[in-house]
Structures are given as structure tokens and as C-alpha cells.
């Protein structure tokens, strides 16, 4: 069985090339603001706990364009099957915190997952390869980091949702970035991203993604996942720091090695330090927000916030919280007025919750992006804009010293 296992991911992973091959080079939208992007991937050697791995994003000057075999394309083959594992655990056991109503295909796809559970990733496999575009990302691999205008770039770090990775919302990380900020993009390994590695002892090992089974209290385990995220979202911060004080961590990938960290020495203003996050990240974003007094504003976009529902803290800090019509929920909403008295909320109208990763742009046709819980009532690219103009306009405004006109549109009754 195990064979057969290896050989059939040998076999998807062939098609998955050959597939690329033949559709040819497409892209996501260009960075929105004055600045290309580049990045570089970040991780040191140790067990998840105890050590770092992101994704940096920084201010460039090189095109995109003129370098395209420095872009990847954004669907890797850990991270497609990682998301297609992560589908199926959602399927097996559907998330009471999930709208399934934004899911049309959930029907048909559950009857694959219960009648035929073999063949559930090479049937999504093999869909995807014919639905969805296999882009490139328009930022470029170890570019040349322009410099501030005012000597430092503000800072911004991201926590990613449930299911996603380090760049499954690189649309909204590049599009900050390209304003004029240094954004890190952590990669959560305590089981929720869907699917992650680590370093240690001379190997790299594998973090696949956790489904908590019906016997299992599932706030025990939100809770700790919620704890270790947080964590990780600090050791992310920490590293930042003693980067730019220049003191060059042994970045262990391979992918990395030959390229200097020493570039961004003094390039980071951390008196201008922002937090953001989507679903999970956004629980992780306010969480972390409360333990840690860098952070200058937090921007929680649709937060998930079963996993510290039971627990009592505050964030005393600016808070902007961005919710889609579609996933607005009481619960959600109640528990992040309880703990931020300095909060400022903002709804995207005909919004859906997977609106802001970039899963939406890799789909031309709308009935799959609705039975994949991903067709707004409006323009993908439109809700993105605007997201990103809230989000932009926010930071500048606590960054001015601007007053900022509260705003309570929780998206609920």
C-alpha cells in the first residue's frame, strides 16, 4: 500500500509537469503600488518549536518582467497537494465555523471523499490541472532590495489562515509590500498550514496538515495550535530584529544558500511595526497582539476566533477589522470587540472568506469558483483593491498621526 502510495504521487506530480508544460506562462496581477518586489525564503535549523521559516518580501527596483525565471509559479507540488489534502480533511469533518453554503460542490465532492476515499487526490489532482491557471508570482527570487527614501522600510509580518502557506496570500503580502514595506509571511508547522517542513538533525522532515478527528475536544486542540502559532508569529519578529541589527542567521535551504542576509541591515524601521492576519491568522494576529508591545497596529481580516474563545486577554492597541458579507459571524465578531477597545471595523460587500488568498485567481470560470466557495458577487481583483486600500489607508493614517473616523460594520446584526 505504501508503494502504491509513492507511486501515485510520483505519477501526479509528472502530470502536474507535464500539465504546466502545456498550458504555457500566465500571471497573477502586478504589485499594486510604485515599488516591484522581491523575496526570500527564510528558514533556520530546529524543530517547529524552536525555530523560523517565512517568506520576506521586500522593495525593489528590478522588473518582474525582464526576470520571469526568478518568479515561481504558485502551484508547487507540496503546496497543490498539501491543499488538496487539506479539502479533503474539511470534507471528512466539516467545520462548524465554516459557511457551507458558500460551498456549492460540497454534495458531489463528499459523496468522492465517503464512496471512493482512494481516489479523492488524484481525482482533485487531475481537476485542478484542468481548472485552475498555474501562474507565476510577479516577485522576483533574491532581488536586489531598493532602498527607503527615508533610510528603512516599515515593517509588516503576516500570519496566514488555515489550509494556506507562506505565499497563499502573496497577492495581498506583494501588493502591501510594493507601498513601501518589508513584509514577512510566516509558515505556521503546528498542523494547520496545508503542508509545511522543518530542518533538523541533518534532515528535513515533513508537517502535514492536522485533522482533528470527532473524538478529539477540538478547543484543546485549537488552543495549542493558537499558542504555538503566536509563538511563532514572535520568534518570526525576534529574527527580524537581530537581522537587522546584523547579526545574519544560517538560512538552512537549500534554494537560499550563496545569497547574503546582510542586505537587510538597518533596512527595517521597527518604531513602524504592524501585525495582519486572515481567519486564523487573524486570531493569531490579535493574540500575539496583546502579549507583545512592538506592534504599532493590528489588521485582523475575517479573524477565526474558536481557538481563544475561552480566554481572556486585551489588546491595547489600534485594531482594524476587515470581515467578507459571507463569513461574518457573531461569534467571531463578539469575542474580538471583547478584547480590543480601540477598534475600527470595515466589510467587504459580496465577499467571500477565500476572497483574499489567491486560490480565487487561479480559477477563470465562475461555476468552479463557486463550488469551491471562492465566486464573490463582484470582480475578484475589485474586492482585492479595495481590501488593500483599507488596509494601506489605515497604516498610513496611524503612521501620519491622522485622526481615524471609527467605523463599526461588523458585518452582523
Not at 240 to 248: A, I, M, P, T, V
Not at 276 to 303: Q, R, V
Request: charged content about 25%.
Amino acid at each position: 500500500w505504501q508503494n502504491a502510495r509513492k507511486f501515485t504521487k510520483t505519477m501526479l506530480y509528472k502530470i502536474d509537469d507535464l500539465t504546466n508544460l502545456l498550458k504555457g506562462t500566465t500571471w497573477l496581477p502586478p504589485p499594486a503600488g510604485k515599488y516591484e518586489v522581491g523575496y526570500v525564503d527564510i528558514m533556520t535549523e530546529g524543530l517547529p518549536k524552536e525555530s523560523e521559516y517565512l517568506r520576506l518580501y521586500y522593495p525593489t527596483h528590478q522588473k518582474h518582467e525582464d526576470l520571469p525565471d526568478r518568479c515561481h509559479i504558485w502551484s508547487e507540488h507540496t503546496t497543490k497537494h498539501g491543499f488538496i489534502n487539506f479539502i479533503k480533511a474539511q470534507v471528512h469533518y466539516w467545520p462548524a465555523w465554516v459557511n457551507r453554503s458558500e460551498f456549492k460542490l460540497y454534495g458531489l465532492v463528499k459523496h468522492i471523499e465517503k464512496l471512493v476515499a482512494w481516489s479523492f487526490r488524484p481525482v482533485f489532482s487531475l481537476g485542478w490541472n484542468w481548472m485552475c491557471n498555474n501562474p507565476k508570482i510577479p516577485v522576483i527570487h533574491q532581488a536586489q532590495p531598493a532602498s527607503s527614501p527615508s533610510g528603512q522600510w516599515p515593517v509588516v509580518i503576516f500570519s496566514h489562515g488555515m489550509g494556506c502557506n507562506r505565499y497563499a496570500y502573496s497577492k495581498i503580502c506583494y501588493d502591501l509590500c510594493s507601498e513601501g514595506y518589508i513584509v514577512a509571511s510566516v509558515e505556521h508547522r503546528d498542523g494547520s498550514a496545508c503542508h509545511s517542513k522543518y530542518f533538523n538533525n541533518g534532515k528535513m522532515e515533513e508537517v502535514v496538515h492536522l485533522q482533528v478527528e470527532r473524538n478529539r475536544p477540538e478547543y484543546e486542540v485549537r488552543k495549542s495550535q493558537a499558542d504555538q502559532r503566536r509563538q511563532e508569529v514572535n520568534r518570526c519578529l525576534q529574527l527580524l530584529k537581530r537581522l537587522n541589527d546584523g547579526q545574519e542567521p544560517e538560512n538552512v535551504l537549500n534554494s537560499e544558500q550563496g545569497y547574503s542576509l546582510a542586505e537587510f541591515t538597518g533596512r527595517m524601521d521597527f518604531s513602524e511595526l504592524y501585525l495582519m492576519g486572515h481567519s486564523f491568522g487573524g486570531c493569531t494576529a490579535l493574540f500575539e497582539g496583546s502579549k507583545e508591545n512592538l506592534y504599532k497596529g493590528i489588521i485582523c481580516i475575517d479573524p477565526w476566533m474558536f481557538p481563544v474563545s475561552k480566554e481572556n486577554f486585551s489588546v491595547n492597541k489600534p485594531v482594524l477589522m476587515i470581515n467578507t458579507e459571507k463569513f461574518a459571524n457573531d461569534n467571531n465578531v463578539r469575542k474580538v470587540r471583547e478584547v480590543c477597545p480601540d477598534l475600527n471595523a470595515k466589510l467587504l460587500e459580496g465577499a467571500v472568506h477565500l476572497v483574499h488568498t489567491d486560490a480565487p485567481l487561479l480559477l477563470d470560470n465562475d461555476f468552479y469558483k463557486s463550488g469551491l466557495g471562492m465566486l464573490c458577487s463582484r470582480e475578484t481583483e475589485h474586492v482585492l483593491a479595495e481590501n488593500h486600500g483599507l488596509v494601506s489607508s489605515w497604516i498610513s493614517s496611524i503612521r501620519n498621526g491622522d485622526e481615524i473616523e471609527k467605523t463599526s460594520e461588523w458585518g452582523v446584526l
